[in-house]
């Protein structure tokens, strides 16, 4: 499967605490892109990493990519309850056009 | 969001039935996708389209499922002869190639009975 697979699959963690999520895929890849999901809604694209870069911020967002491992990490800092959703990696692998391949994502929930 | 309307947002019926989901976006974005996200699973890409034709349709499950656009613009997923296993959330996104992300409506979810 091209599909990313994000770890954990749960995490659960005290508002101002930093959450780190992480992703494997298979192929190559274009860029990686993460999502969120509000429960019940659809999803909301937060941020592109191209294959070749290495880190990118946007706000409380850091995303890291390694492409000799297949592997990315979303950080969110100073988490705040509002952040509570599912997030999602996706790849867009270089041989597809603009197909993205989801993983089952990781439901992370901020206690305040 | 992000100018993706569908609908409906909820959909019951019975198994055997079919069932029409429209996706209406804003226009100016050729690349339009279906995809299809059962209860805590990811998402399964059904097809893409690329103004009114359909380069990748090789995510629809069976010839049960059938998709259309017009105008560059609306698409329709029809479902025919409804399955209890069709029950899933329905979601329609735009954009994926200059830009590389996509935009999602919020949604159809559909139960079958």
């Known amino acids: 499967s091209q599909q990313g697979e994000e770890d954990p699959q749960a995490l659960s963690i005290q508002e101002g605490e930093n959450a780190t999520m992480n992703c494997s895929y298979k192929t190559s890849i274009n860029n990686l892109q993460w999502y969120r999901q509000n429960s019940g809604r659809g999803l909301v694209h937060l941020i592109l990493?191209?294959?070749?870069?290495r880190e990118k911020h946007s706000g409380r967002l850091r995303v890291t990519l390694d492409t000799s491992k297949k592997s990315s990490s979303l950080l969110i800092t100073a988490s705040r309850a509002a952040d509570t959703a599912s997030y999602f990696c996706a790849t867009d692998p270089s041989s597809t056009l603009g197909r993205l391949y989801f993983g089952r994502g990781t439901q992370l929930t901020v206690w305040p | 969001g992000a100018g993706v309307s569908q609908s409906p947002s909820n959909k019951v019926t019975e198994k055997g039935k079919d069932v029409e989901l429209r996706c209406d976006p804003i226009?100016?974005?050729?690349?339009l996708y279906w995809y299809r996200q059962s209860l805590g699973q990811g998402l399964e890409f059904l097809i893409y389209?690329?103004?009114?034709?359909?380069?990748?349709k090789s995510g629809l499950p069976s010839d049960r499922f059938s998709a259309e656009r017009t105008g560059g613009s609306v698409s329709t997923l029809t479902i025919q002869r409804t399955q209890q296993e069709d029950s899933a959330v329905y979601l329609c996104?735009?954009?994926?190639?200059?830009?590389?992300?996509?935009?999602f409506g919020e949604g159809s979810r559909l139960t079958v009975l």
């Open positions: 990493i191209r294959s070749n870069e």
């Open positions: 996104a735009v954009g994926g190639l200059s830009s590389g992300e996509l935009f």
């Open positions: 226009s100016g974005h050729t690349a």
């Open positions: 389209f690329q103004g009114n034709s359909a380069p990748d």
